[in-house]
């Protein structure tokens, strides 16, 4: 017994001294300059470039010697935009956020795209070198849950640090909703923003099946269950159930917006919340932003506020990785694919709640 305690422990001192070494697969994880187990660092390890950023991997050993390994936290690499003076370690770290807002897409470093903007304003909020963060915004919106949890998140870092929000071509309803979170917010004047409002859509297949012959059947706990079910009409109440949702999910969109911006929440049901589209100009008139430029302008910004006039500007990107590397060189060509033109593929999926312009559905 004493003997299988003894090697319980040299199994679990080996499997630290390893984990501490490892390269990762979404980048490089070194470790300290010795490992813990008195082993000096393999030469592959020390041959690391230094400009990849290291994060501790940290190992314990659960009951019975097994050791239990944290996934490594992920970390993004940085791409000079702009030269700083010399002198100076300060840094602008820009952060974009492009396309639908979805915790269903994947992330180039995490599970999803929500995930990766998550790492993304906590590695620059953790950064003692960065003084301020532009975030590049370039998106439709997307999920309610999704861009809520964003802003969340962008408000925290926001508290620490200035966060300049740049609205590039398109930043609606859900764009706009994470644009919120910001210090200060710009926008092109060219810019699509606005769309403060919520959308839920369905299909309704109803006539499609009777002239087909098919017909649903439906099995069910409860009256509502089956609610959107498109292979029958909706019903009064139903319709009543959905649309004291929706209201109830815009109320918490223009609270945001009347809080973030100081405008009364009536003023803006009654005039520009009502789901239409603005101009940066006509959101700037309106006073959802607070000025228009170039992108440029929102890195001059951002130096200001980070009081920071010289730092260099870095964009977060994805970090190398052997196996995302692999996997593009490694697909084969050996499926059909049929594309059907953008307006017959739904851009929404049925019964899910959505900030969204109107125009994206189809």
């Known amino acids: 017994m004493l003997a299988s305690a003894s090697r319980d422990r040299e199994l679990c001192l080996f499997a630290k001294a390893r984990t501490a070494i490892r390269v990762s697969g979404k980048g490089c994880f070194g470790a300290t300059p010795k490992v ?3 082993l000096a660092l393999t030469r592959e390890t020390r041959a690391l470039p230094r400009t990849h950023p290291v994060t501790p991997v940290k190992t314990s050993c659960a009951r019975g010697g097994s050791p239990a390994v944290s996934e490594p936290i992920p970390r993004f690499r940085e ?16 952060i974009t956020m492009r396309g639908l807002i979805s915790s269903s897409l ?96 369905t299909l309704n297949y109803e006539q499609l099946f009777n002239k087909v012959g098919l017909a649903s059947v439906v099995f069910k706990s409860g009256k509502f269950k089956d609610m959107l079910n498109g292979a029958r009409p909706i019903t009064p109440e139903e319709r009543e159930l959905v649309q004291s949702f929706i209201m109830k999910t815009y109320d918490k969109f223009l609270g945001i917006v009347a809080k973030e911006r100081n405008l009364p929440a009536d003023l803006l ?11 940066g100009k006509d959101a700037f008139e309106h006073k959802l932003i607070d000025g228009l430029g170039e992108l440029d302008d929102a890195f001059s910004k951002a130096k200001e506020l980070g009081n920071a006039p010289d730092a260099k500007v870095v964009k977060y990107g994805p970090p190398f990785s052997l196996s995302r590397f692999f996997r593009i060189f490694g697909e084969t060509d050996s499926k059909i694919e049929l594309t059907l033109p953008k307006q017959l593929i739904p851009q929404l999926e049925s019964g899910r709640a959505y900030f969204l312009p109107s125009y994206y559905a189809p």
């Not at 791409?79 to 770290?93: M, S």
């Not at 049901?269 to 101009?279: C, E, K, M, Y």
């Open 79 to 94: 791409i000079l935009l702009q030269r700083g003076a010399r002198a100076t370690t300060d840094k602008i770290a820009v």
């Open 106 to 201: 994947p992330g180039t470093v995490s599970d999803s795209m929500v995930d990766d903007m998550r790492a993304a304003l906590q590695q620059a909020r953790d950064d003692s070198r960065v003084k301020a963060i532009v975030l590049e915004i370039d998106s439709p919106g997307g999920g309610v849950t999704a861009s809520d949890a964003i802003y969340s998140v962008l408000v925290k870092v926001r508290a620490k640090k200035p966060v300049v929000v740049y609205m590039d071509s398109l930043a609606a309803s859900g764009g706009y909703y994470v644009s919120c979170g910001g210090k200060f917010l710009m926008a092109n004047e060219t810019t699509i923003t606005g769309s403060i409002g919520v959308i839920i859509q």
């Open 36 to 38: 813990r187990a008195g």
């Open 269 to 279: 049901r009654n005039t520009i919340a009502d789901g239409r589209i603005l101009s």
